[in-house]
């Protein structure tokens, strides 16, 4: 599998002089600590899933059943990830100092939703037609506030059987 990601991020190559230029990355990493997918219950064992056994600097990833770093779309929960970041901006909104919570002008619901939104996509995504996008240019799709609307819709759009893979890159 290394080798297919490669292929297909090979196009975005920072070191590369594949014409036209579009370097995005000069290193990735398949998985990241901290980004991973949640797993659907009732899957956690699937040999299907990504699990990278190693960190980017090589030490030894511990991985818990309920997550991975990639896998066919129809073993992602997106949904209990999305949850899980809105409970998760709660609990922190709520730990904050009374006084200083009270004090901000905030729409809680909105952030919530901000925070939802942001739980499965990352700062890029490349879509199975081979284009790179994370919002910055106006001729790809989800240019600018519209990045995070377009990539949670394209995820979840995902016919069952393709596989979402998470990287770490370097740019």
């Known amino acids: 599998m290394p080798a297919a990601v490669a292929a297909a991020i090979a196009p975005y ?46 030490e030894v990833r511990d991985w818990v059943p309920s997550l991975c770093d990639g896998g066919p779309r129809e073993l992602l929960d997106f949904a209990a990830m999305r949850l899980h970041a809105a409970t998760e901006a709660e609990r922190r909104w709520r730990e904050r100092d009374d006084f200083a919570a009270a004090s901000l002008k905030f729409d809680l619901p909105a952030f919530y939703r901000m ?18 996008t994370d919002g910055s240019v106006p001729s790809r799709p ?7 609307s377009f990539a949670n819709a394209y995820l979840d759009s995902l016919a069952p059987d393709i596989l979402v893979i998470r990287l770490r890159i370097h740019c």
């Open 142 to 148: 989800g240019y600018g506030n519209e990045y995070l």
């Open 115 to 132: 925070e939802a939104k942001q739980a499965v996509p990352t700062e890029h995504l490349l879509t199975l037609d081979g284009v790179w």
């Open 13 to 58: 190559d920072r070191n590369s002089d594949i014409e036209p230029y579009q370097g995005e990355w000069d290193h990735w990493h398949l998985g990241g600590p901290g980004k991973e997918f949640t797993v659907l219950p009732g899957h956690e064992h699937d040999p299907r899933l990504i699990r990278e056994p190693l960190t980017s600097r090589g």
